[in-house]
């Protein structure tokens, strides 16, 4: 296949863009300086500006796009950057993948998708939208992916959890806390705290472009979910660290604001009945399994 790539410097891009090549696929990747190597070419969704090569012959095309949820404390205008982050970017390709005739879109969303208020209850691909900023963004953002599907394009919506991964994501702010014995639940830890490995969510997505038959949202969750302070236990153990500490959650809310109630203390007990219906094998089926291969330890 011939796979164009929005995103692909990030965590999870750099590694989609690697096992696409090594499974043979040619994949060009769209960037926002001038390219510096035959496979990029340049783009500017803010002003919708396309190269019009980038597309040409393009069997599928996976956006990636999104400013980091959790980089910093939120405030008016940093909302406004995820906002315009995600939904230009997909409005601009969807658009742009509708015009030029590629087969594909696979864009990223999130498990926030479902809100953080479905409590011990199970959700699949079926479950309608939650409130809150995070769950209205997922809806926004994957509406903006409307000018490909109205044109028959057959789109994948990724609603992804909680990647983790060796060298990037939360795992990077969490290891050296747990290494200094500072792990520990946040507020209560009933609430559930979606995850997926890294070799998961790449797996997925070479899934969804690979299977013609798969189409809409899919849930990029592991299949076995955890709350928060399962979580926390079994990354103490996968460390071979004391994770003692409970994380109040009025301080957590003084710490990173808004951020906690909309993603730290809710989160879905989201299952991917899509993905194991359509017949992924995870290769990391429980927590214990995927931070056992992400930080290395047994």
């Known amino acids: 296949m011939k796979v164009v790539i ?11 863009v690697a096992a696409l090549r090594r499974d043979g696929h040619e994949v060009s990747r769209l960037v926002r300086r001038a390219p510096a190597a035959p496979d ?14 980038a597309l040409r012959g393009a069997d599928a095309v996976v956006n990636l796009c999104g400013a980091s949820i959790g980089a910093r404390r939120w405030n008016g205008s940093y909302k406004q950057l995820l906002r315009d982050s995600r939904i230009t970017p997909t409005d601009v390709l969807a658009t742009a993948v509708a015009a030029a005739g590629v087969p ?3 864009n990223a969303s999130g498990a926030q998708y479902y809100g953080g208020t479905t409590g011990d209850s199970i959700v699949d691909e079926t479950a309608s939208s939650g409130t809150g900023f995070l ?34 994501g939360m795992l990077s702010m969490l290891h050296p806390l747990y290494w200094l014995g500072l792990g520990g639940r946040l507020g209560s830890g009933r609430q559930y705290t979606p995850w997926i490995s ?27 979910p955890v709350t928060n ?8 153990r996968a460390l071979h660290r004391p994770a003692p500490l409970i994380v109040p959650a ?3 809310r003084t710490a990173v604001g808004e951020l906690a109630d909309e993603a730290l203390l809710t989160g879905p007990r989201a299952i991917p009945a899509a993905l194991e219906k359509a ?6 089926p429980t927590i214990g399994a995927a931070l056992a291969a992400t930080v290395g330890r047994s």
């Open 6 to 16: 929005a995103g692909s410097s990030g965590l999870i891009g750099t590694a989609l």
């Open 40 to 53: 990029e070419f340049a783009w500017d969704p803010a002003r919708a500006q396309l190269d019009e090569r």
């Open 104 to 106: 594909t879109l696979v």
């Open 135 to 168: 769950a209205t963004l997922c809806r926004d953002w994957e509406a903006a992916t409307a000018p490909a599907t109205d044109a028959g394009v057959r789109t994948v919506l990724v609603r992804s959890a909680v990647v983790l991964a060796r060298n990037g």
């Open 198 to 224: 890294l070799d998961d969510e790449v797996g997925a997505i070479v899934f969804a472009l690979t299977h013609p038959d798969l189409y809409g949202p899919i849930n990029a969750v592991g299949p076995a």
């Open 229 to 236: 302070a399962e979580f926390t236990r079994a990354l103490g």
């Open 250 to 252: 009025f301080a957590l």
């Open 279 to 284: 017949g992924y094998t995870f290769q990391h």
